[in-house]
C-alpha cells in the first residue's frame, strides 16, 4: 500500500483548497500551511443553531413530510460575505448509544442548540473555518419519521441536508420560519464510524450534487452482505431489532415500520430480495456506486466482526472500477474509529513515528 493520508486533512484538502472561502473585512485570513488548513477562528465564539430540513419522506406516514434535525456550528465571521464548507456526522446514535469509546451524547442549553457536540470534529474543523452538521438520522433522536435501516427514510434523509445547503431544499427554525443556508459554499463532506459511515456511503451513491468526499469507517456497503453469507442468515429479524434500538420514542410510533421490515426481510429463505436492494449500495434500488461523485476515504479493519471485511472490499473494488477518486486506509485491529485504535490515542488520525504515540507526523500528500 502506498503512503496513506489521514482522513481528517484528505477532507480539509478537498473542501478547502478547491474552494477558497470569501474574504470578509473583519474576518480572519483563511490560511494553509503544509497542506492544512490553520485554526484562525474563535470556537468559543462559534455560531450555535439548529434547523429542520424538510426531506422528500413520510416514513412514519402521518400525512407530512419527516424533517431532518440538523445541529450546527460554524465560525461567527460566517456569511453570505464568508461562506464556509461543511463538515456532516448523520447518525441515529446521539441519544441512545452516543459516539465514540465514551459514548458522547449532545448537551444542549435551553434554547435547544447543541452546546457539547460528540467526538472531536467540531473542536478541529470550526477554528479552520468549517461548518460542523450534527445531523440526526430520520426516525431518531430530534428528527421526525421511522428509521428503515438501509432504506429510503436512511438515504433520502442525508440527501436532503446536501439538497438544503445547496438551496434545493427546504429548512426551517423551531418556530416555523425559513432558515436559509446563506453561510456555505454548498460544498461538504460526510463522515462517520459504523452506521455513520453507512449513511455516508449511501448519500454520495445517491449522486447528490454538493457532496465532495466521504469518509466511510468501518462502514456497511451492502445490508444484505452485512446479514447474510451466501444465504446464511446471521440474525433473524435484524433490521426491526436494530431500528427499534435507535428510536427512543414511544414504540408504539413505528410498529407498523418494523413489522413490515420483518414480513419483507426474507428470513425464511435468507434470498436476495427487493427488501435488500433498496440497501444496497453498490447495485442498489436507491443508490448506486455508478452515480458517486465524491472523492472517497476507505477506513476498515481486518479483524473487524461487527461490519465484516467483505463490506469495505467489494465497495472498493466497485469505486476502482469506475475510477472514482479514493483513498484506503486498513488497519488489524476490531470495529473502531483510527481515533481508537489501541496503542493510538496519543495520534488519532495522523502517523506515529518512532514506535510510540509522542511522535507523530500528518500525511499532507500521498497517492
Not at 90 to 108: I, L, T
Not at 219 to 244: C, E, F, M, P, T
Not at 267 to 290: K, M, P
Request: with cysteine; aromatic share 10%.
Amino acid at each position: 500500500m502506498s503512503q496513506l493520508r489521514p482522513a481528517l486533512f484528505a477532507v480539509a484538502l478537498t473542501l478547502a483548497i478547491a474552494t477558497p472561502a470569501q474574504a470578509a473585512a473583519a474576518a480572519p485570513a483563511i490560511t494553509v500551511q503544509n497542506g492544512r488548513t490553520q485554526p484562525v477562528f474563535s470556537y468559543a465564539d462559534a455560531v450555535r443553531e439548529h434547523v429542520y430540513v424538510e426531506s422528500t419522506v413520510d416514513s412514519d406516514l402521518d400525512g407530512s413530510l419527516d424533517k431532518v434535525r440538523v445541529d450546527i456550528i460554524r465560525p461567527k465571521e460566517s456569511g453570505p460575505s464568508l461562506r464556509v464548507p461543511v463538515i456532516i456526522d448523520e447518525s441515529p446514535y446521539y441519544d441512545n448509544s452516543g459516539r465514540g469509546n465514551e459514548s458522547e451524547r449532545k448537551v444542549y442549553d435551553a434554547a435547544g442548540n447543541v452546546t457539547k457536540f460528540p467526538l472531536f470534529y467540531d473542536n478541529y474543523f470550526v477554528p479552520r473555518g468549517y461548518a460542523v452538521l450534527n445531523v440526526d438520522m430520520l426516525g431518531t433522536t430530534r428528527s421526525d419519521g421511522c428509521p428503515d435501516v438501509g432504506g429510503k427514510a436512511d438515504v433520502l434523509g442525508g440527501k436532503a441536508v446536501i439538497d438544503w445547503l445547496n438551496g434545493r431544499a427546504k429548512a426551517f427554525r423551531a418556530d416555523g420560519t425559513p432558515a436559509v443556508a446563506d453561510w456555505t459554499t454548498g460544498k461538504s463532506a460526510m463522515i462517520g464510524k459504523s452506521y455513520d459511515g453507512t449513511l455516508a456511503n449511501a448519500v454520495a451513491a445517491t449522486g447528490v450534487e454538493g457532496l465532495k468526499t466521504i469518509v466511510p469507517i468501518s462502514a456497511i456497503s451492502s445490508w444484505y452482505k452485512y446479514q447474510r453469507s451466501n444465504g446464511v442468515v446471521y440474525n433473524y429479524d435484524y433490521a426491526s431489532w436494530l431500528a427499534n434500538y435507535v428510536d427512543t420514542d414511544p414504540e408504539a410510533k413505528c410498529q407498523a415500520v418494523r413489522d413490515k421490515m420483518d414480513a419483507e426481510d426474507g428470513d425464511a429463505t435468507g434470498d436476495h430480495n427487493a427488501f435488500w436492494a433498496e440497501r444496497d449500495y453498490i447495485e442498489g434500488l436507491l443508490a448506486d456506486v455508478s452515480k458517486v461523485r465524491a472523492s472517497v476515504f476507505v477506513v476498515h479493519t481486518v479483524n473487524d466482526l461487527n461490519v465484516k471485511p467483505d463490506n469495505f472490499s467489494a465497495w472498493w473494488k466497485a469505486l476502482a472500477d469506475r475510477h472514482v477518486p479514493r483513498k484506503i486506509w486498513v488497519g488489524q485491529t476490531q470495529h473502531v474509529d483510527p481515533f481508537d485504535f489501541e496503542g493510538r490515542r496519543g495520534c488519532g488520525w495522523t502517523r506515529c513515528t518512532g514506535g510510540s504515540t509522542t511522535g507523530c507526523t500528518a500525511y499532507a500528500t500521498g497517492s
